[in-house]
């Protein structure tokens, strides 16, 4: 074979060669099926996915795959297993390999429940103390049957004076104004008062005349003694006497019933200037206040109307009107709770009319009440009621300890570091108690004045709570 033709086979032999290289490469180079739903390839795939000669070509060139076959000497690193290629791609979907069944969402473990200090109103005790929050254990006791009436604060008819002048004149002085306080015999006014000048003339004539008299008649009687003078001369003196003593007694008694103490008549002869004998004093006859007042300075001033008020205001009365269906549960002695406002109080009936009135149709009551602090207003319209019979309950509080959030009763527990809410079911009441049937335990330590403080502070806690 000469050397042309050794030519033309070895060509025909590297075409061949050329093509069955070049049909191993692009299967080699065929792209990798995808996984199915379960994250496997196909059996081709895996074939595929072997690297070899024909592989290096398809990623590197066929110098580059022949360069690396006779330089590299390192051995090939093993593929990750699938178990850790589908981890590895969980991953890179985001999604994080913790177990979050305990979330709530929030970035919060479940199952811990609300804290302790959930819903507690904490207050110290000088909190407690500035805000005027009372506290008392729950006890049982008695609920008091009530009939409520109509009521209206009164003067104590039994402690006020009306100021009528006794005699007729001009006002001079007046000392004493509508309101202030008096002591018994203080003086209230001054009036300029003619028959008061003469009325005190005439005492005092009838005393001169009386001390004239007393002393012709010791000396009379002296001689009588004494036998020097005679009998009718000593008899003259003692009747004459006798009858200026009647005279002068008779002008004591006039000054007196004017308004004169003893003491002031005794003095008239002692005073100096008989121009105030002209003067009428009035002065208050009772402890007390003014409460009226109807007198100016000038003013003439008779015997027939009342220019002072006077009224001893340390008790006064509630009158009362008692429908005549009520009257069976009303009696004298009977105790009666009163309330105007916030202003509170028990009286006792003093006096019970047994006449229905033909006007109101009523019956009337008077209860006595103590206004020691002036409290109570005269005039004023109040609310009474007759206690009439009481009822026992296992367990109570003050109408003031319930108070009323989001439509439910509850009452402030007292807590440590605090107060807490909690709902109550109620029973019967008065005006002062409320039966608790439910959400209570007897000796519970409950607040029972000024909740509606700790009702506000847990508005807050709850509106601070939503945002």
């Not at 811990?112 to 506290?135: P, R, T």
């Not at 209230?188 to 005092?204: F, N, P, T």
């Not at 340390?314 to 009158?319: L, Q």
Request: glycine share 10%; with cysteine; net charge negative.
């Amino acid at each position: 074979m000469n050397w042309k033709t050794k030519i033309i086979v070895a060509v025909v032999l590297v075409a061949v060669a050329g093509t069955i290289s070049l049909r191993e490469m692009q299967s080699s180079c065929a792209p990798v099926p995808k996984a199915d739903a379960h994250g496997h390839g196909h059996g081709e795939s895996e074939q595929h996915a072997e690297e070899g000669f024909g592989t290096k070509v398809c990623e590197m060139g066929v110098l580059g795959a022949v360069q690396n076959a006779l330089f590299s000497s390192q051995p090939k690193a093993l593929p990750s297993s699938p178990a850790a290629g589908e981890a590895k791609h969980e991953h890179a979907e985001g999604e994080e390999p913790t177990d979050k069944s305990g979330d709530d969402g929030h970035g919060h473990a479940q199952g811990g429940g609300e804290q302790d200090s959930e819903g507690l109103i904490k207050l110290s005790a000088a909190q407690i103390n500035e805000a005027g929050i009372e506290i008392a254990p729950v006890m049982s006791g008695n609920l008091v049957k009530e009939v409520a009436v109509p009521g209206r604060i009164a003067i104590n008819a039994n402690a006020q004076a009306k100021i009528v002048p006794k005699l007729p004149g001009t006002a001079a002085r007046i000392e004493k104004q509508l309101g202030e306080q008096v002591k018994k015999g203080d003086l209230l006014a001054a009036l300029e008062s003619r028959e008061m000048a003469d009325a005190k003339a005439e005492y005092l004539a009838s005393w001169r005349a009386e001390e004239l008299a007393r002393s012709i008649f010791e000396r009379e009687e002296r001689l009588w003694n004494q036998r020097v003078t005679a009998e009718q001369d000593y008899l003259t003196a003692k009747n004459s006497h006798q009858a200026a003593k009647i005279k002068l007694d008779l002008a004591h008694q006039r000054l007196h019933t004017i308004g004169l103490s003893d003491d002031e008549i005794k003095s008239l002869p002692k005073i100096a200037d008989e121009g105030q004998y002209r003067f009428y004093e009035i002065r208050s006859p009772i402890d007390g206040r003014v409460t009226t007042r109807d007198i100016v300075l000038g003013q003439v001033v008779g015997t027939d109307r009342e220019i002072f008020t006077i009224a001893d205001l340390a008790k006064v009365w509630v009158e009362m009107a008692i429908s005549p269906g009520d009257l069976a549960f009303a009696r004298e002695g009977q105790d009666v709770r009163v309330v105007a406002g916030e202003q509170k109080g028990t009286g006792k009936i003093i006096a019970l009319s047994p006449v229905i009135d033909p006007e109101t149709r009523s019956a009337k009551a008077i209860a006595e009440l103590d206004n020691a602090g002036n409290a109570w207003r005269l005039g004023d319209y109040v609310n009474a009621r007759l206690m009439s019979g009481e009822q026992e309950a296992d367990l109570i509080v003050p109408q003031a300890a319930i108070q009323t959030v989001n439509g439910n009763k509850v009452v402030f527990v007292s807590e440590g570091g605090g107060f807490r809410a909690r709902p109550v079911t109620t029973g019967r009441s008065d005006s002062i108690n409320v039966e608790v049937l439910s959400g209570l335990e007897f000796g519970e330590t409950i607040a029972t004045s000024n909740t509606f403080t700790l009702k506000a502070e847990l508005g807050k806690s709850e509106a601070e709570h939503e945002h």
